[in-house]
């Protein structure tokens, strides 16, 4: 983000245009109605998740990593290795993760506690982590703090399922999507192709977010390389021309295997190389003007249908 971006004129910008966007109103009734309201939300959802609160992100902010997959891939697996501690709860039941669970160095306390990360959701320390698993009347985030150099340019957020049938947890994830700056996504040799976390991502790189694939829980060399090509078909069908995306193996370790450090895995270093080093401000800076491109497609649809109303 340019200081330009930053000026003081940005913000009252940004919360206009939410306002705005509030103040639209479809005609009940319709065939329409339930996606161009859709579309609205989204765009109102745009603007106070991300386009505003990196209108007020100081420089020196970390980047905001979220770790999300399908059902089963061990996410909060990968998620707790990352931490290098036991932040997010490991259970197997499907959409057992609700809330999400944020790892950030105890400087950036303030970034959560300012609420522009993740508007709407109240914001509580975690105290113990079968808090991540209850039902919630209101939308609530987590987080543990850590005292680590090691981290200390990293929010990581563990997602709940984004190919959950609970609506509210798919709600969750979009919005930690939205916050994002780099997006871990999570999969396995049983889920890869599955259509929901694809268009998940497919929908991270609409918004122009970086992206490193881990394939978890992988049986072998020869076996990761095979899924590796059919991952990479997929996308390049999907996407044509774009680059393959950066891809990790994580190997199956089972209830055994090396020590909580080696278990983090060949993409932590990455991470790490990239809170650090130059990237940071470029990161920022292109999920910026990527969400912005993306709210401008989606409001010239939201548009469309409000002046055909009229």
Not at 208 to 234: H, S, W
């Amino acid at each position: 983000m340019n200081q330009a971006l930053r000026s003081s004129e940005l913000v009252p910008l940004l919360e206009g245009i939410e306002r705005d966007l509030g103040a639209l109103r479809f005609l009940d009734g319709t065939s329409y109605h339930g996606e161009a309201q859709a579309n609205l939300e989204e765009c109102r959802r745009l603007v106070s998740g991300k386009l505003t609160h990196e209108a007020r992100r100081e420089l020196a902010a970390p980047l905001v990593v979220a770790v999300a997959g399908g059902t089963n891939v061990g996410k909060s697996t990968c998620f707790n290795h990352l931490a290098g501690r036991a932040v997010s709860p490991v259970d197997e039941t499907a959409g057992a993760t609700k809330a999400p669970a944020f790892y950030l160095h105890e400087r950036h306390e303030d970034v959560l506690r300012a609420g522009t990360l993740l508007p709407g959701y109240a914001v509580r320390p975690l105290g113990d982590p079968a808090e991540l698993l209850a039902s919630l009347p209101e939308r609530r985030a987590f987080f543990a703090l850590h005292g680590e150099d090691r981290l200390a340019g990293i929010l990581l957020v563990d997602s709940p399922d984004v190919d959950s049938t609970v609506t509210e947890n798919a709600r969750v994830g979009l919005d930690l999507l939205y916050a994002a700056d780099l997006l871990v996504l999570v999969t396995t040799d049983q889920k890869y192709l599955d259509r929901r976390p694809l268009e998940y991502l497919s929908l991270a790189l609409d918004l122009d977010r970086e992206v490193l694939v881990v394939f978890n829980k992988m049986q072998g060399d020869e076996a990761y390389q095979t899924i590796l090509d059919d991952f990479n078909r997929e996308m390049r069908d999907r996407r044509p021309g774009a680059p393959d995306l950066p891809a990790f193996r994580v190997p199956h370790y089972g209830r055994g295997g090396p020590a909580p450090d080696a278990r983090r895995g060949p993409f932590a270093p990455v991470l790490e190389r990239l809170a650090r080093g130059p990237d940071l401000a470029s990161l920022q800076r292109r999920g910026f003007a990527g969400t912005a491109r993306y709210l401008v497609r989606q409001a010239r649809r939201v548009l469309d249908v409000h002046a055909r109303e009229r």
